[in-house]
């Protein structure tokens, strides 16, 4: 009896999964109703596509050439006014020849805000540097002093106004937020009650009202015959409104942190003040970062919303830019997508660096 | 041995952790209650220096000022608190039809980023980071800009066969004619409701005593709809329409949504939708993929598993953050006066200028926000117990 050792024969190799082609099938052809969404949509973008680039790239005029535009009206987008207009919608009414000061006091106000970003930087040194830079921020912007020609508040506009609004009304608003997120989580009622109030009133009404509040109310609060400048009365409803949103974002961080840690500190014989100080907010904050960093956006996306108090930040000082010239009016939607572009940049970096935070301060916790 | 009584915890000294806190809380309440007695005197004093009449007197008086687009009949000649209300019920309107199509738009654009297809993921999320990422109001002011600039004059209007009217002047739509028969067919539909709601009651009844499962969505939907046809045939099913025709410079017939209530619409359902999308996003990933497994271990199919199974407890994550979407959508609405649309803080601008009376306007725009926004929240609140985890 033989037996002649006979292999089986091998099985085929499994289908490819991975790579471009593989990919392409599960995704874009995977079944009968992706492949026909997949051909619809090559379609469409085959239709679209080109006329798109047309408008946006081919026919469009990017010479600052108001009548090469009116000729491209509906054929191509007209650039050109950016071009034109560029400086009146970043500064604003900021007086031409000064411009170069927004310039600096932005950069160093951006500068201190992505180096407050970055956590190897959170020292106490940082906190020198705030008090440093902001007041320079403020002297250059108003000028009066070195032989800086003063500018008025109400000349402030366009990008530095959105930036600073944003930024101040965050951080004035943070050390608010924290007390009435005590408050709202303190044993005592009446000042319990005092907290939910303000919370639950400012979050209950649009910022527009607040706004209109700053505009028309806060100069009657004030004793007679003295008017506070515009600008800081819109600072401050910026700022009640963000505190309240803020006072949340950060109740949040406080409610995540164990009862056994109040507990361990009260044990340790450590006072109110104590516990929260080195034991609760320094977890709490931290958690809430990103949060926080959500508020921003928010607030820096509503502080288009003062141009309706007559200050004019980026989309006001669009508006002024084009509406106080008939030639350049017609190309207002240009206007809009160049600052929409601007927006989008800010926003979305933002909420990348939230996402990327939040990776960053859970990964103690996921360990 | 005599019981030694308890120690008197009265303690009127610093140290005691009571008497502190009634400390504090009275010192908060008295700085509370002066800062709001001199901002009081100060306004009084400099209303009388200015001579600013106060109270809400002037409702009564006459208006003097004419309304874009008004819900309930309203003329120049009407009081202010009509205008008043003509304002409420503008915001209203757009804030429901808005909060409707965003709902159902940001649920699509949300289950649209698990979809299959690769082209339709990245829509969905270049979509939603496109629209939340630029603000409202200047979305609101494109949108008002290509509504009034873009779009041809009402002689050259975009039509869609002959029914739909798309032009500056606002979009035509044709709308049946309003009569016994659309009455009776309504009517038809409330009963058709609360039939639904009894026999939906009753189905579930039923399931609990036999395991007998009966339809709970077609049925009921069913009941109404033929409740709603019997009503139309009992009032001699009108079948007539009012369709728009250009006559000249206006439009005959059909009804319109002008340019500012689309613009206002667009830009609130746009944005509104992008957040709502990253809420039904989030709500799905929440559910472990554990239970999916579980529910076709037991049989279910995937419809089935979908809506007894995933939508349920995606649920408990999604209804917070949606009430407050809610809310924001109705708040945004406010922008409305951007772009002159009549809203209530459209009107009470108006108002505002026409009267001096800020402290009363201001007073009102809050009140009916603050109002909306509390039995918004108290009615989403509601719901969320009803779909919050049931713990024994």
Redesign the interface.
Same mark, same amino acid.
């Given at each position: 009896m033989s037996s002649v050792f006979e292999p089986i024969k091998p099985r085929t190799a499994p289908i490819k999964t991975e790579g471009l082609i593989p990919w392409i099938r599960t995704n874009l052809f995977g079944g009968w109703s992706s492949t026909a969404v997949t051909l619809v949509l090559m379609a469409l973008a085959v239709y679209l596509v080109p006329r798109l680039l047309d408008w946006a790239v081919f026919k469009a005029v990017f010479a600052a050439n108001a009548d090469a535009c009116q000729a491209a009206r509906g054929i191509g987008a007209c650039w050109g006014v950016i071009v034109e207009k560029f400086r009146l919608i970043i500064f604003g009414r900021y007086p031409y020849e000064d411009q170069w000061r927004p310039e600096i006091a932005t950069a160093l106000l951006v500068a201190l805000l992505i180096v407050s970003c970055i956590r190897r930087f959170w020292k106490p040194w940082l906190a020198v540097l705030w008090i440093v830079v902001v007041p320079l921020f403020f002297l250059l912007m108003g000028g009066g002093w070195f032989g800086l020609e003063p500018v008025s508040t109400d000349q402030w506009g366009g990008l530095p106004l959105t930036i600073m609004l944003a930024t101040f009304g965050i951080v004035l608003a943070y050390p608010i937020a924290i007390v009435v997120a005590l408050g709202r989580r303190s044993n005592l009622p009446a000042i319990r009650s005092l907290c939910i109030v303000y919370i639950e009133l400012i979050r209950g009404v649009p910022l527009i009202s607040v706004l209109f509040m700053a505009s028309f109310l806060f100069p009657l609060f004030m004793p007679v015959g003295k008017t506070p400048d515009v600008l800081l009365r819109v600072l401050v409803g910026i700022t009640l409104f963000s505190a309240a949103y803020l006072a949340e974002v950060v109740r949040g961080g406080l409610q995540a942190i164990p009862k056994g840690q109040v507990e361990a500190a009260q044990s340790l014989g450590l006072s109110y003040w104590q516990t929260q100080r080195k034991i609760v907010l320094p977890q709490a904050l931290a958690m809430v970062v990103p949060g926080i960093m959500n508020s921003f956006i928010a607030i820096f996306k509503d502080t288009s919303l003062v141009t309706i108090v007559s200050l004019y930040e980026l989309t006001g000082a669009m508006s002024l830019a084009l509406n106080s010239d008939a030639e350049w009016r017609p190309f207002k939607i240009e206007g809009y997508l160049f600052i929409a572009f601007i927006y989008f940049i800010f926003c979305f970096a933002m909420s990348r660096y939230s996402l990327w935070i939040e990776h960053q301060l859970g990964r103690s916790r996921t360990r | 041995m005599p019981e030694r009584s308890a120690p008197k915890r009265r303690d009127w000294s610093w140290r005691s952790q009571a008497f502190r806190?009634l400390v504090?809380? +009275?010192v908060?309440?008295l700085a +509370?209650g002066y800062g709001i007695w001199y901002?009081t005197q !100060?306004?009084l004093? $400099? &209303?009388a220096?200015r001579g600013i009449q106060s109270g809400f007197g002037f409702l009564t008086g006459a208006a003097g000022f004419d309304i874009g687009e008004t819900v309930i009949p309203y003329d120049a000649l009407d009081p202010y608190w009509m205008a008043f209300l003509v304002g409420i019920l503008n915001t209203l309107r757009v804030a429901i039809v808005g909060i409707v199509l965003a709902t159902l738009l940001g649920t699509a654009l949300g289950i649209g980023r698990y979809a299959? $297809?690769? %082209?339709?993921r990245g829509?969905c999320y270049a979509y939603v980071?496109?629209f939340? $990422?630029?603000?409202?109001?200047?979305?609101l002011? &494109?949108w008002y800009? %290509?509504m009034t600039?873009?779009l041809p004059p009402l002689y050259e209007a975009i039509s869609i066969g002959g029914l739909f009217l798309l032009s500056n002047n606002g979009f035509v739509f044709p709308v049946p004619v309003w009569g016994m028969g659309q009455l009776l067919s309504l009517i038809g539909a409330v009963v058709g409701i609360f039939v639904a709601v009894f026999y939906r009651r009753w189905a579930k009844h039923q399931f609990e005593l036999t395991g007998r499962v009966r339809s709970l969505v077609l049925v009921p939907v069913a009941i109404v709809i033929a409740a709603a046809l019997l009503g139309w045939i009992a009032g001699g099913a009108p079948t007539a329409w009012s369709t728009p025709a250009v006559d000249g410079f206006q439009v005959v017939g059909g009804a319109t949504a002008t340019p500012e209530f689309m613009a206002v619409l667009l830009g609130l359902v746009l944005y509104t939708s992008a957040f709502i999308a990253e809420i039904v996003r989030a709500g799905i990933a929440s559910v472990s993929h554990g239970q999916v497994e579980a529910a076709a271990s037991i049989g279910l199919s995937k419809t089935q598993a979908m809506r007894l199974v995933i939508l349920p407890q995606a649920l408990r994550v999604i209804i917070p953050p949606m009430t407050s979407q809610y809310?924001n959508l109705t708040? $945004?609405s406010?922008?409305a006066?951007?772009i002159g649309y009549p809203d209530v803080?459209s009107i009470a !601008?108006t108002a505002?200028n026409q009267t001096g009376r800020?402290?009363e306007c +201001?007073a009102i %725009? &809050?009140a009916v926000?603050?109002t909306t926004?509390?039995s918004t929240s108290a009615f989403m609140n509601w719901y969320n117990r009803r779909a919050a985890i049931k713990e024994r």
């Open positions: - | 806190g504090y809380q +009275i908060a309440v +509370i901002l !100060n306004t004093a $400099n &209303m220096a299959h $297809n690769a %082209i339709v829509l980071e496109f939340r $990422n630029v603000p409202v109001l200047l979305q002011l &494109m800009l %290509i600039d873009v809310l708040k $945004n406010s922008l006066v951007a803080v !601008n505002l800020a402290v +201001i %725009i &809050m926000y603050l926004s509390l």
